[in-house]
């Protein structure tokens, strides 16, 4: 996305509000900031800041010399301005130096002096360094979600005669309920393996997880499912081959070949248990990521959220996604929508969680539904809009993967809709599609009954 804003500073100076690739701090910061709610646009552009973010660095400065929700202090505009200054882009405009000619030789001091201090704080070293997980040698919570029914997947028929084997990546969501939803395949080296795949994972159920007593949804659980002949056997040696190939041309660096390790790293647990690693994956994906590779950054955020072979820490989380986010992985916003809504991770806030849901929605199907799904039952009518979630879920072809998931949004908007009659025959395509899945039916049940007793279901975020 690209967005410029301008604001026209006292001085007679330009300041050009101008961001490559927005993200929600900054973009809900201008929102406010043009709505003249000061005090939470500096909020936003604050949080942004302190991440790394040079076009919000820049923006608290343009604060600080207008006296907008803060004091009106000309040397604490000028260094955080000099900090976003960093950036090449920015430090194009001069509009620091610009201010800093025209201050006094005590207040150039000051000036100078406050720069210092917000670079040793928040210059793009300290940021790389405070952004940097800690790295542990096994994981320490998404892979280790215990399931409580695992179904082995049924071997294609047409890669059986052709003697194939294979495997298939999938990312999902495990829900509060202990289901799995929100199907992404990010590999599989034909169809035949990934509906198989698909079809056995809808069948999963995991033990739900938790924060403070309250089910939450776990966002970003990766699975592999592997297809191999009866009589093959893995081969340890040749294993061990290609790690070293991989490795080698990580090594080279370029931020491609640094993320294509790092996923197979992550890859062999499951599907070979006791093989002993030698490099964390984690470390890989900091080198791609700093090179601005986005899918690194988005799989650096999540396993440093769940902890998975690196400590857990929210704030480096987070600040790996919004850059993620920033570049466009709709994987990363989808997760940071989900984390802001439930607040299990990171600070609640449905505005941002919101904001977020939307962005990944243009292009993120999952993100269509979930959204849907939100806007239908909401308890709060004022969050509610049924047209709106109608929009969103017929942009979702019928051939979505996770068709429990689709059933009962289908149903719930109708239901928000007044169209119960429309409501009770997706209610019961959903309750059918459970008893396939041998599946509980507690829940797709209740809904069904709301929708007999003419009710709109709601439930809580």
């Known amino acids: ?13 330009t300041l050009s509000f101008f961001s490559m690739q927005t993200h929600a701090n900054f973009e809900l910061g201008m929102t406010h900031y043009e709505s003249k709610n000061f005090e939470k646009a500096y909020k936003e552009f604050f949080e942004a800041a302190e991440y790394g973010d040079h076009d919000s660095q820049q923006n608290i400065g343009a604060m600080y010399y207008r006296g907008e929700h803060v004091t009106k202090d000309v040397p604490t505009a000028y260094a955080w301005m000099a900090l976003a200054a960093q950036s090449p882009i920015i430090n194009q405009d001069g509009i620091h130096l610009k ?5 006094n030789e005590n207040d150039k001091k000051i000036a100078q002096e406050k720069h210092a201090e917000l670079l040793k704080k928040y210059g793009n070293e300290a940021i790389r360094l405070k952004l940097t997980p800690i790295f542990i040698g096994k994981s320490a919570g998404l892979q280790d979600r215990r399931a409580i029914k695992r179904v082995v997947p049924e071997y294609p028929s047409d890669m059986l005669r052709m ?5 298939v990546d999938v990312v999902f969501t495990i829900d509060k309920y202990g289901f799995t939803r929100d199907h992404i395949v990010h590999y599989a080296p034909s169809k ?3 509906k198989k795949a698909l079809e056995a994972l809808r069948k999963f159920q995991y033990e739900p997880s938790k924060i403070n007593n309250k089910p939450i949804d776990i966002n970003g659980y990766k699975t592999r499912h592997n297809f191999h002949l009866t009589g093959q056997k893995l081969d ?14 990580a090594q080279s660096g370029a931020a491609i070949d640094q993320l294509a390790f790092a996923y197979f790293l992550e890859a062999i647990p499951s599907f070979w248990k006791d093989y002993e690693l030698i490099d964390n994956p984690n470390e890989w994906y900091v080198n791609a990521a700093n090179k601005g590779n986005g899918a690194a950054s988005y799989f650096l955020g999540r396993n440093i959220l769940y902890g998975n072979m690196c400590e857990q820490d929210p704030i480096q989380s987070m600040a790996w996604l919004l850059k993620a986010a920033k570049q466009g ?4 916003q989808y997760m940071l ?14 505005e941002k969680a919101f904001y977020w849901l939307k962005q990944a929605a243009t292009s993120n199907a999952p993100a269509k539904v979930r959204l849907a799904w939100i806007l239908a039952t909401h308890p709060d009518a004022e969050r509610r809009n049924g047209s709106l979630a109608s929009a969103y879920i017929d942009a979702v072809t019928d051939d979505y993967i996770d068709k429990q998931n689709y059933f009962q949004t289908k149903a719930a908007v109708a239901a928000e809709n007044g169209d119960f009659k429309t409501a009770i025959k997706w209610q ?17 049940e209740q809904q069904l009954a709301s929708y007999s007793a003419q009710k709109p279901w709601r439930e809580e975020i």
């Open 428 to 444: 019961k395509k959903a309750k059918k599609d459970a008893e396939n899945l041998e599946l509980p039916l507690n829940i797709v």
């Open 236 to 249: 340890e040696k040749e294993l061990t081959k290609t790690v070293d190939e991989l490795r080698k041309k």
């Open 99 to 103: 201010i800093f000619n025209k201050l």
């Open 192 to 194: 035949s393996f990934e």
């Open 163 to 167: 003697g194939k084997s294979g495997f």
């Open 1 to 13: 996305m690209h967005t410029t804003h301008k604001i026209l500073l006292i001085a007679g100076l």
């Open 329 to 332: 992985i709709t994987d990363a």
């Open 337 to 350: 929508a989900l984390e802001a809504f439930s607040g299990a991770h990171f600070e609640k806030n449905e």
